[in-house]
């Protein structure tokens, strides 16, 4: 199998057995939370005038938060199940979802053709590839950019393992992760460190970095939000 036919397996698995329901996808915070915390540090980046592209969109909540700031919104995704839930309960009149695979990096480049330089809003989607994989899905960035685009990453960072070995010991498999699990999806990493390897300098400015986190729906019998240990970047092209 392909490593493109494996994630497309796992992950239509996944999202085919989402009925839409609040709760049941684990980094599903509400877009109030999460897009927001990241808007507030791409919104000076991204040239308004460009269309945005949310890559490995899901069920599209974040999405649908950013149409609220963008006239026009793609959500790429690469299991059709995600495409049809999106367009289910997160549809608005600027945003569209559609296919692409982030390890074809010629459909990207189809894209950039039929949209021009485009923004990229990407949330928790590097980290589930496997590292040997992270290379080839640069090169779709990279094609949807163009001269001009911007992208905005948020990704589980080297602290994610042990937060999630921690949390485990102590609490047990939450539900949404025991989903994710079914689908022999793992959650894995893009550590931080190998960010300047991946987006080089000869290719790619990086314009900020810092920590950060992702929010998920799930919480503690303390009460607390279950919030996994994140880092963002925002890169354009050289
Ligand atoms: C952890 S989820 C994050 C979803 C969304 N970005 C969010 O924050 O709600 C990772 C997403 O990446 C998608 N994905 C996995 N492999 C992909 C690939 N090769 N190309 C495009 N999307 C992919 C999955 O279907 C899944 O929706």
Known sequence: MTSSNRYLTSWEG??????GAPGEVFWDADPAHAAQQDFALFREHFDPQLPVIDLGCGNGTQTRFLAKHFARIIGTEIAPAAVELAGKINGATNV?????????PDDAERLHDEI????VYMRAVLHQLSPADHAVAVQSIERLLGEKGVLYLVELSSAAEPFFAKLIAEYGVPPGLARVF?????????????????FSSDRFMLLK?????????????????????????ILRRQ
Not at 14 to 19: A, L, Q, R
Not at 116 to 119: P, V
Not at 182 to 194: C, F, S, V
């Open 14 to 19: 996944f999202w085919g057995s989402v009925s």
């Open 96 to 104: 569209s979802y559609r296919l692409l695979d982030v390890l074809c």
């Open 116 to 119: 021009g330089d485009a923004n």
């Open 182 to 198: 079914q689908h022999q999806i793992t959650p894995g990493m893009l550590h931080e460190d190998n960010l300047a390897s991946l």
């Open 209 to 233: 970095t810092g920590p950060s986190h992702i929010r998920t729906v799930h919480s503690l019998p303390t009460g607390e939000v279950v919030q996994v240990p994140a880092f963002y970047a």
